[in-house]
């Protein structure tokens, strides 16, 4: 249809006005926009730059500066116990056989392992310079055995004073002013060398004099790496006679090893295939992945996988998790592999598992409990980050770590396949359900100790260890040591998990 | 968790140029404006594209064991799935008015 020029024009002039105008505002609001997310965004990335990113290296630096050993000092002393009371200690042929295998383990080999002997009687202790065939030859010779009173007392404050590894073969009995001792006299000691982390292995045989049977003993002072105590333990190995009794300090190296199903995987969820569809832990081998601080060798008994006890060169008894999803999706797949249908080999029992510890090898303690405790890490991740490398133990200590309540439980059951040895694992507290109270903790790095927290004194075992007729001291001793607070392990740290989920 | 966006938002956006592509392909007849042609062309497009790029984010969680990372994507590959199709309309319509006169014109 024709249209007339005037208002063709007219309206083409004003729509072109119009246009104008608008599309003008239209690029005005557009920029402001841009502008002002640029700014926001900015903003955004500068707040965010001062927060602190977790990198495992950092847990690397806060296990070694805080992972202390307690080792003894260098060196072994000897003492013999030459009263008349023991002349007998030696008579038989078992007993004549094992004091000539202890005495050829402790003959100084070389400069380096310096064994000092010494002789104990009439209250005094003296030093004894033979080589080791005269010792022997010293040892079973009853006329050496003419003096009285051997200063157990004196001898066992000088081992705790000495802070070295010992070993004393008496049979305990005491003398004070000709009568013998019947009080408890080696408590004091028992419990100062137990609280200095120290431990004390017994190794008895029955002899009798006269008409009385008596009990010897061989008692070995000594730390968590048994220096000495696996030399006197190889001497009495042929020795069927011999009973064991081992008092463990609280910081007793409890036999610990896992069984998890490669080098490169904890013990967290693995379904058939070997695949963590669960947790998703990060297992790849990358610089931030899964990590096991503690380093796995053979002991001097042969057995393998089991973990060194706490020293320098093998690492702590500690592991690194860190998960690829959300708490509250753990708790989701979680329940999603236990639903009923799930093949046997894919169903979810525990969160961590497949940790192994053996308490059966001391024998004053029956533990019964275990827990966990949890404590939040950030504070410390982001100081030990910021600092120099010269920071210390102590500054580390101070460090706040809160303790987080009903987040995980622990607990141990006996294990079908390995007698004494005990399986403990992790589960979720009935009451946690994936959130915490303030949501940005909820990525934090989260420190779970494994710790004992309640024991039963074995004082069946050590009555009818160390308990003779007419004299309880060494019973009495032996049991006040055990009933010391400072002995007791509860509180005490067997392994400790770090887990962080690095999904926000 | 963003893969499933731009996944479904790239497979939108060749869908809407295949729509823009058709419709130029459908020449005017004297009798015949094509204007049905176009406007069943644009609409089957959106459909597709919504729906294929729903599949592709379902077959990239084929391979993920860890449950509730695959239903947190499928839950993301939907709303992705909503959002593509509402943008897809809404793009449509916008260049459909701002080229009142051109071919694409006609889809509304």
Request: aromatic share 12%; with cysteine.
């Amino acid at each position: 249809m024709a249209r007339t020029r005037n208002s063709t024009t007219r309206s083409r002039q004003n729509n072109r006005g119009r246009k104008k105008s608008s599309s003008l505002k239209w690029i005005l609001l557009i920029s402001l926009f841009v502008v002002l997310s640029l700014v926001i965004w900015g903003v955004v990335t500068m707040l965010n730059n001062n927060d602190y990113t977790f990198k495992r290296s950092d847990l690397d630096k806060y296990i070694e500066k805080t992972h202390n050993n307690n080792l003894l000092n260098n060196g072994i002393s000897v003492y013999f116990d030459m009263s008349n009371g023991m002349n007998h200690a030696y008579s038989s042929v078992h007993s004549k056989e094992t004091l000539k295998s202890v005495i050829n383990k402790l003959a100084g080999n070389d400069k380096n392992d310096k064994v000092d002997f010494y002789s104990l009687a009439n209250g005094r202790i003296t030093s004894l310079e033979l080589n080791h065939k005269d010792l022997f030859n010293y040892m079973i010779d009853s006329k050496n055995y003419a003096q009285q009173r051997a200063p157990i007392e004196t001898t066992l404050d000088s081992i705790v004073k000495k802070k070295q590894p010992a070993l004393l073969m008496t049979d305990f009995e005491e003398y004070h002013d000709n009568k013998i001792q019947l009080a408890a006299y080696a408590k004091k000691y028992f419990i100062d060398w137990l609280d200095m982390g120290y431990n004390i292995t017994f190794y008895k045989w029955t002899f009798v004099e006269g008409k009385k049977n008596k009990y010897m003993f061989l008692a070995v002072f000594d730390d968590n790496m048994n220096s000495l105590n696996n030399r006197i333990k190889e001497a009495v190995r042929e020795n069927s006679d011999i009973d064991t009794f081992v008092l463990g300090s609280r910081d007793f190296a409890y036999p610990t090893k896992t069984n998890y199903i490669s080098s490169k995987k904890g013990g967290n969820y693995h379904n058939s295939k070997g695949n963590d569809i669960v947790t998703a832990v990060l297992e790849d081998g990358s610089s931030d992945s899964y990590f096991c601080y503690a380093k796995a060798m053979a002991t001097a008994e042969g057995e393998s996988e089991l973990f060194t006890p706490l020293d320098n060169i093998t690492g702590a008894f500690a592991e690194y998790y860190p998960i690829g999803v959300k708490w509250q999706d753990v708790i989701r797949n979680a329940k999603t592999m236990q639903k009923k249908g799930t093949p046997k080999a894919d169903v979810f029992h525990h969160l961590l598992s497949n940790l192994y510890i053996n308490f059966n090898k001391q024998d004053g303690y029956n533990i019964k409990k275990i827990e966990i405790r949890t404590f939040d890490m950030q504070e410390t991740m982001r100081t030990i980050a910021n600092s120099k490398a010269t920071i210390s133990f102590k500054e580390i200590e101070k460090i706040n770590k809160p303790e987080i309540d009903e987040i995980f439980t622990a607990n141990m059951e006996d294990c079908r396949k390995l007698v004494n040895w005990k399986h403990i694992f992790v589960d979720f507290h009935n009451n946690f359900n994936g959130t915490f109270i303030d949501e940005e903790k909820s990525s934090n790095l989260i420190r779970a100790n494994i710790v004992i927290s309640e024991v039963d004194e074995n004082i069946e075992k050590a009555k009818k260890f160390f308990y003779w007729e007419g004299n309880p001291s060494l019973f009495n001793s032996v049991t006040e040591t055990l009933q010391a607070s400072t002995s007791k392990p509860i509180g005490r740290i067997l392994y400790t998990y770090y887990v962080k989920t690095l999904a926000n | 968790m963003i893969e499933a966006y731009v996944w479904a938002g790239v497979t939108m956006a060749i869908f809407f140029l295949i729509a823009v592509l058709s419709a130029n392909m459908i020449i005017f007849k004297p009798n015949d404006p094509g204007t049905t042609k176009r406007r069943i062309w644009f609409w089957v497009l959106c459909v597709l594209a919504g729906v294929v790029g729903f599949l592709i984010n379902f077959l990239t969680t084929l391979d993920n064991e860890v449950s509730s990372n695959k239903s947190d994507y499928i839950m993301h590959s939907g709303i992705a799935l909503a959002i593509a199709i509402l943008l897809y309309i809404a793009i449509g319509f916008i260049i459909s008015k701002i080229f009142k006169n051109s071919k694409v014109g006609t889809w509304f």
